[in-house]
């Protein structure tokens, strides 16, 4: 018998006695523990268990029923198991990429996993201003080997129909409708969390464009109904640690079989808010021009990285036979571009106006260079959406970001 054997919330002392039941032999028998709550996410509780006599720790994190950023979204504890398992799916394609785990606990609803030492939290980090040359390339590589390795390009397909069964996830994926797809055009639930001085352009910019929401609305049954990856879904840059030689992606909650354009759209997008809040809070001109320049050719080179190592392990691994015809993969990354231009769109007007705003927006403390980024954004974004075939490459991004930022 153990107090681990019902679930409950666990508290940080209750950390430290469970991780010496479940992983006995992970800390030495003189390790003397403690242990810290360190999640900043909207969902989850994740503690780092530390030894700082022999200078190691673990993490652990658990699913509460109730959703932190609000107690009244309540959904299934289950995706620790989803996460668990889609992080060794991905450790296995890109080695080194994702955190080890060491054990998944579907009584506590907790799983136990590396701690990502000597990196940072990506959106703090960049918040910061700091630069990560290195990124774009891990970032595209992580994106080509996830996402082509786990289509019916390469994967047997009975085997990827049984993945798409066993990581279906109708609540987490229903957040994503409606937080995503939704409720950002029409808030409905009157979930939107709208930043004052712009309600005014976001009535007239989202919630009465209807030629918007038409598009919004062809995306999200793509979305729905189009199996097409194991996506990551939810790669934002709150969902890696990184230092100047090395990025960990993890947090992998959401995943589940969907258009991969909606990884790429999302890590781009989110790269657009570093720039947003580097262009209005960097003082020193210098400064803002290094740093706003690597976020923009992050973003192009993140994109076509992607298209050059999709092309290559395109070649390598394709199984499918009739994915060998001729022109079948310039049609089908055209279809993924498309769709990363559409998301990227999504996803800058969501944590803009809606109910998970991010951190690089809250922070820009002028009132009026909050207005302007967010209206660079929403702007930028709608161009994306509602001409995402004509987004065919990198530059097109950067010459879309640029006609924003010059219009304000
Ligand atoms: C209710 S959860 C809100 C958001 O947090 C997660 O990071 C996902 O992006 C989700 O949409
Ligand atoms: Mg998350």
Same mark, same amino acid.
């Given at each position: 018998?153990?107090?681990?054997?019902?679930?409950?919330?666990?508290?940080?002392?209750?950390?430290?006695?469970?991780?010496?039941?479940?992983?006995?032999?992970?800390?030495?028998?003189?390790?003397?523990?403690?242990?810290?709550?360190?999640?900043? *996410?909207?969902?989850?509780?994740?503690?780092?268990?530390?030894?700082?006599?022999?200078?190691?720790?673990?993490?652990? $994190?658990?699913?509460?029923?109730?959703?932190?950023?609000? $107690?009244?979204?309540?959904?299934?504890?289950?995706?620790?198991?989803?996460?668990?398992?889609?992080?060794?799916?991905?450790?296995?394609?890109?080695?080194?990429?994702?955190?080890?785990?060491?054990?998944?606990?579907?009584?506590?609803?907790?799983?136990?996993?590396?701690?990502?030492?000597?990196?940072?939290?990506?959106?703090?980090?960049?918040? =910061?201003? =700091?630069?990560?040359?290195?990124?774009?390339?891990?970032?595209?590589?992580?994106?080509?080997?996830?996402?082509?390795?786990?289509?019916?390009?390469?994967?047997?397909? $009975?085997?990827?129909?049984?993945?798409?069964?066993?990581?279906?996830?109708?609540?987490?994926?229903?957040?994503?409708?409606? &937080?995503?797809?939704?409720?950002?055009?029409?808030?409905?639930?009157?979930?939107? @969390?709208?930043?004052?001085?712009?309600?005014?352009?976001?009535?007239?910019?989202?919630?009465?464009?209807?030629?918007?929401?038409?598009?919004?609305?062809?995306?999200?049954? +793509?979305?729905?109904? @189009? %199996?097409?990856?194991?996506?990551?879904?939810?790669?934002?840059?709150?969902?890696?640690?990184?230092?100047?030689?090395?990025?960990?992606?993890?947090?992998?909650?959401?995943?589940?079989?969907?258009?991969? *354009?909606? +990884?790429?759209?999302?890590?781009?997008?989110?790269?657009?808010?570093?720039?947003?809040?580097?262009?209005?809070?960097?003082?020193?001109?210098?400064?803002?021009?290094?740093?706003?320049?690597?976020?923009?050719?992050?973003?192009?080179?993140?994109?076509?990285?992607?298209?050059?190592?999709? $092309?290559?392990?395109?070649?390598?691994?394709?199984?499918?036979?009739?994915?060998?015809?001729? *022109?079948?993969?310039?049609?089908?990354?055209?279809?993924?571009?498309?769709?990363?231009?559409?998301?990227?769109?999504?996803?800058?007007?969501?944590?803009?106006?809606?109910?998970?705003?991010?951190?690089?927006?809250? &922070?820009?403390?002028?009132?009026?260079?909050?207005?302007?980024?967010?209206?660079?954004?929403?702007?930028?974004?709608?161009?994306?959406?509602?001409?995402?075939?004509?987004?065919?490459? *990198?530059?097109?991004?950067?010459? %879309?970001?640029?006609?924003?930022?010059?219009?304000?």
């Amino acid at each position: 018998m153990s107090i681990y054997d019902n679930y409950f919330l666990m508290q940080e002392k209750d950390v430290v006695s469970y991780v010496k039941e479940k992983l006995p032999d992970f800390f030495s028998k003189d390790a003397s523990l403690t242990c810290k709550e360190i999640g900043d *996410g909207n969902l989850n509780y994740v503690f780092r268990v530390i030894d700082d006599k022999n200078n190691k720790t673990i993490i652990v $994190k658990q699913a509460a029923e109730e959703l932190r950023i609000s $107690k009244e979204m309540k959904i299934s504890t289950d995706r620790g198991r989803i996460e668990y398992e889609i992080l060794k799916i991905q450790g296995d394609i890109c080695p080194n990429m994702v955190p080890k785990v060491y054990l998944y606990d579907k009584t506590m609803c907790a799983f136990i996993m590396e701690d990502m030492i000597g990196h940072k939290m990506m959106r703090t980090a960049l918040c =910061e201003h =700091e630069i990560f040359p290195k990124f774009a390339d891990q970032c595209s590589t992580f994106l080509a080997r996830t996402l082509l390795l786990t289509t019916d390009i390469v994967d047997e397909h $009975k085997h990827k129909k049984e993945q798409v069964r066993r990581y279906i996830n109708p609540q987490i994926c229903e957040i994503t409708e409606d &937080l995503v797809y939704s409720e950002p055009y029409l808030n409905y639930n009157n979930r939107n @969390n709208v930043f004052e001085p712009n309600l005014e352009f976001v009535q007239k910019e989202l919630y009465a464009d209807e030629a918007l929401r038409l598009e919004v609305a062809k995306l999200k049954f +793509d979305f729905m109904n @189009n %199996a097409q990856s194991l996506i990551h879904g939810d790669l934002h840059t709150g969902s890696i640690f990184i230092n100047k030689e090395h990025s960990f992606f993890f947090d992998c909650e959401f995943a589940c079989y969907a258009p991969m *354009g909606y +990884d790429i759209g999302n890590i781009m997008a989110n790269m657009f808010f570093a720039w947003a809040n580097g262009d209005a809070t960097i003082q020193d001109k210098e400064h803002k021009e290094k740093f706003c320049n690597w976020c923009i050719d992050t973003i192009e080179q993140i994109l076509d990285g992607f298209i050059v190592k999709f $092309k290559d392990l395109y070649q390598t691994s394709v199984t499918d036979h009739m994915a060998k015809s001729k *022109g079948f993969l310039d049609w089908y990354l055209q279809n993924v571009i498309a769709d990363t231009a559409g998301v990227v769109g999504l996803e800058l007007i969501r944590r803009t106006v809606g109910m998970a705003n991010v951190k690089d927006l809250k &922070l820009i403390e002028d009132e009026k260079a909050r207005v302007r980024a967010e209206r660079i954004i929403i702007t930028y974004g709608k161009n994306c959406i509602l001409n995402r075939k004509e987004f065919k490459n *990198g530059f097109d991004f950067v010459v %879309a970001m640029k006609k924003a930022i010059a219009k304000f």
